[in-house]
């Protein structure tokens, strides 16, 4: 089997380029198909990951996976990856759970997040995954948990989070 980073390495290959797929393209899909646009290269992948150096590898109903490579760019003043980076893959592995259950026509937004650090990342770590999970979903809103760990399993943060969701054409009013 293939390292995490001889993956993450493959994974960049395939991908298109950073960019927004057409809104009405993307309100006619499910967010399942949405996301596994992006994960074969149908559809771009958000700027975000990018800057970022982090990437959607997989998403079925109800989870979802992002690879990560810590680096110096990351760092903050103390000399480790920023908490902040913790948090946006945490925040972006358990939003899109709650992404891969939203009908076509729907939308939904983070309403809160709670991201709780185990230990530093560093640019020696290597790379990571940060794994989310639904815990509960409805019709209005959705809970999810996130953990972010190496590759021989070490926890480094983990999380959760609340979302609402809507109608897409509520949104426009």
Not at 40 to 69: C, M, Q, S, W
Not at 88 to 109: K, W
Not at 159 to 169: K, V
Request: proline share 6%; aromatic share 8%; glycine share 10%.
């Amino acid at each position: 089997m293939p390292s995490w980073q001889e993956q993450f390495d493959a994974l960049k290959m395939k991908m298109t380029g950073p960019g927004l797929p057409q809104a009405d393209a993307a309100a006619q899909m499910s967010g399942l198909e949405f996301l596994q646009g992006i994960i074969i290269g149908k559809l771009p992948y958000p700027p975000i990951n990018a800057t970022l150096d982090f990437y959607l590898i997989e998403a079925e109903k109800g989870r979802a996976v992002f690879h990560g490579l810590p680096s110096m760019k990351h760092y903050n003043p103390i000399g480790s990856v920023h908490g902040g980076w913790h948090a946006t893959l945490l925040d972006s592995c358990m939003a899109v759970a709650v992404h891969t259950l939203i009908e076509p026509g729907q939308a939904y937004t983070s309403l809160e997040i709670k991201v709780n650090f185990v230990r530093p990342l560093t640019d020696a770590t290597g790379p990571v995954r940060a794994e989310g999970k639904i815990v509960a979903s409805g019709r209005r809103t959705a809970t999810a948990e996130g953990r972010l760990t190496d590759e021989s399993g070490r926890l480094y943060s983990h999380g959760s989070t609340t979302c609402l969701i809507f109608d897409q054409a509520a949104q426009s009013r």
